[in-house]
């Protein structure tokens, strides 16, 4: 597997979850949180309506029913390293989060934020001539020089920033440096974010909003659902042929390339499933570990979103 230029992480901070943790018992220190049912996404055919971070519904309350992730605490155990996770079934209404403490770089999968926040700034229209070259480049093959180029023209860090609040990405802080301190990676893979922030973000792209038009989110997703070959892993562990996923992967060796930060963010929709994953994890020995981690979350994900496992 080829490995694109991508980031770096730094020393990772904790942020509290805003509804309900618990362990299950003797699972050690794998935890995971319910928000319950949220306002239900119009059909993605629909027009759009209303933004995800402009509405403030109040708090769902958590229902303590069995989790899609229940499954996967042993195994996540069993790995090293760091591992969070979230779900938004769009069949059930429900978001789902595992480990929500942890707060992680993003790596590549920041350049959906690049992408969300030029769409966003276009107010409709659609990339063209070298923006959209660009676009390609960043999306499909993970280039990391169309990313810097771009992150520029959206503004910035700050320009993004911007996107993240209008998407309601609470939990996310675009990074500020030109380049990783000791490496010629770009600054911007150190941008923090959560699992649920990650799922929010793919959710813009995915269902109606006020945030990106129909016609952005469909040119958004089309990149995303033609990623290379070799970058069409993570959320696509056990999804089989003919489901449609969107992803956009992440990954960036450390110390030496003896510590791996590998993140996967996407939608998948077919055989009777509807639903985007994040998987962010860090402190893999190696990249085919980390990758190992999180098809092994989607594989278990895909089979326990089986119609009539509700």
Known sequence: MRVVRD???RPRSSAAFLTIAFLLAGCGGASFTNTGSSPKPADKTSKPTSSPAASSPS??????IQHPFARLLHYID???GEVTAALYDARTNRTWVLNPQYKEDT??????????????QLHGQLPTGNEASLMQLMIEESDNDAATDLLAEAGGPSGVSKFDITAGLTDTTPHSAALIPGTPWPGWGLTTTTALDQVRLVKTFVFPNSVLTGAARQYGLRLMES???DQAWGITGGVPAGTTVAVKNGWLPLQGYSDWQIDSIGWVDGH???YVLAVLTNGNADEQ?????IQAIAQTVFRELRPGND
């Open 107 to 120: 790596a590549s999968i920041v350049k959906v934020q690049i992408m969300g926040t030029l769409l966003y």
């Open 78 to 80: 069993s790995r090293g």
């Open 59 to 64: 708090t769902p309350k958590p229902h303590i």
């Open 272 to 274: 009777g499933r509807d």
């Open 7 to 9: 980031s770096m992480r």
């Open 289 to 293: 570990y980390g990758i190992d981690t």
């Open 227 to 229: 990623v290379e070959a």
